[in-house]
């Protein structure tokens, strides 16, 4: 139930809003009166309200788990009144962003690691895409096989998750210029054979995967390879981004046979599906669905379905739209991953219809706040990554969580808020009961367990908490 005070709350909240539209009306962008968009914006902040509400008590009933910590002695015998204090030092939970800069050349080593500290302080997990075909191997036979081993030799060091991006895309940024020539038989054995050497050859070190990406966005893979050495390649339009009249069957087959190939190469793999749109059109979040239950239907390996947030690139998503994409995906029974976000701070009106205004730091902030809130509430959400860490070489301005001195922006400090401070579980005190026991609920992820008993000794063990579930820690004097 809504509360008076929250009413109030959206109801001051769109008179401050509704300054912002009839600012923005009068520049032409919107025939909405001011007395219309204040009723908009009151019904959705109300919304707002109710789902975050939600969202809070779905994280405390999703993302955290019940430990159960036994203290004894050696002979098995409990022991009461031992202080304990636990700390989360890790978390199951992927917060990403992409490590790029760190090895791009030219970069004063200042800067490097500057950008090295930020990152650490608030990730654990990055998308490599160096993979992508075209930037991975340029010329054939030439592959940047080395840079992407250090990138991993970076991870591994730093206690990041990787995960490949991408192995088949159909822009051209998937499809180097020296496969055109070739014939369509050549091509797909050099494709089917960079999925092997790829999934297999780092199984060891990578085994998450973008398999296939914007299936339904871009065109299948038979027609791109017809393609000629010049195309334009922008988003909704150009040769690769016109999918008029193309069908599920024609999309279906070469989806398939590269998740059949990438699980051949690495039968234990985590294999992601990758696409756009699915949260602003429900007509494309609708293929998405046919096309991945028509892959269920024919046994394909697929492990994930991600979800990009940064197309419309002005767009603040609907959070009632954004939970129905959730809700419509987990019907397939697959973990969800938000595999790009990229909210700007650019200046530039804010579209979609839900809110207006202009996106400044403080939009940015705001809706991401909004945003990964909802999608880590959700109980299937595996990951959620952001798109470039800095403004100094975001792809869209703007879209950085730092400035281009590496300074943080709002953003970055809310984010912090949410992923280092409310989302683990730090600095509990307190003392075992008659029987040895002490209870707690905490987040998923490592933990470490400092135990001083009755004659002043002190222990200090690791342990892992799994959300959802009752774990049992065990420690013996």
């Excluded at 036994?70 to 978390?91: A, E, W």
């Excluded at 046979?257 to 992601?272: E, H, L, V």
Aim: aromatic share 12%.
């Amino acid at each position: 139930m809504i509360t008076r005070k929250e009413i109030l709350t959206g109801i001051f909240f769109s008179c401050v809003v509704g300054v912002c539209v009839n600012s923005y009306a009068q520049q032409g962008d919107n025939n909405l009166s001011v007395a219309d968009t204040a009723a908009i914006n009151v019904a959705h902040q109300l919304t707002e309200l109710r789902l975050l509400k939600k969202a809070q008590l779905d994280i405390e009933k999703f993302r955290k788990g019940d430990a159960f910590l036994q203290v004894t002695d050696t002979d098995g015998r409990p022991l009461k009144n031992c202080k304990v204090t636990i700390n989360q030092t890790s978390q199951d939970f992927l917060f990403g962003n992409l490590i790029e800069e760190i090895f791009r050349k030219g970069v004063k080593p200042a800067d490097t690691t500057v950008f090295i500290n930020k990152f650490k302080a608030l990730f654990n997990f990055t998308e490599l895409t160096l993979i992508k075909w075209a930037p991975y191997e340029s010329e054939q036979g030439k592959t940047q096989w080395q840079r992407l081993q250090a990138q991993l030799d970076w991870c591994k060091a730093n206690g990041i998750t990787p995960k490949g991006h991408t192995l088949g895309w159909t822009h051209e940024a998937g499809t180097p210029r020296w496969l055109y020539p070739l014939s369509a038989e050549q091509i797909n054995d050099l494709y089917k054979a960079r999925i092997y050497n790829l999934v297999g050859g780092f199984k060891n070190q990578l085994t998450m995967w973008d398999v296939v990406n914007e299936p339904l966005t871009t065109i299948p893979w038979e027609k791109a390879v017809q393609d000629s050495l010049s195309f334009k390649g922008e988003i909704d339009a150009g040769f690769r981004y016109n999918t008029n009249g193309i069908t599920l069957q024609q999309t279906v087959p070469w989806v398939e046979r590269s998740f059949k190939w990438a699980a051949q190469a690495n039968p234990s793999g985590d294999f992601i599906l990758n696409e756009f749109y699915v949260l602003a059109k429900p007509s494309i979040r609708q293929k998405m669905y046919d096309l991945v239950k028509e892959l269920q239907q024919r046994n394909t390996p697929i492990t994930g379905i991600g979800i990009q947030g940064h197309e419309p690139r002005e767009t603040w998503f609907s959070p009632e739209e954004t939970i129905k994409t959730f809700d419509k995906f987990s019907e397939l029974g697959l973990p969800l991953h938000i595999t790009e976000f990229t909210p700007q701070s650019s200046g530039k009106a804010i579209t979609g219809g839900w809110r207006y205004g202009l996106w400044t730091e403080a939009a940015q902030a705001e809706f991401a706040t909004q945003f990964y809130t909802l999608a880590f509430s959700y109980p299937t959400m595996k990951s959620i990554h952001w798109w470039g860490l800095s403004d100094r070489w975001i792809w869209l301005k703007g879209g950085g969580l730092l400035n281009g001195q590496f300074e943080p922006k709002p953003v970055y400090d809310r984010l912090m808020q949410l992923v280092k401070r409310d989302w683990m579980t730090r600095n509990l005190s307190n003392v075992t009961d008659s029987t040895g026991q002490l209870y707690i609920r905490g987040f998923g992820g490592d933990y470490d367990v400092e135990i001083t008993n009755a004659n002043g000794q002190t222990k200090r063990t690791r342990h892992h908490l799994y959300e959802q579930q009752q774990n049992v820690w065990k420690v013996s004097f």
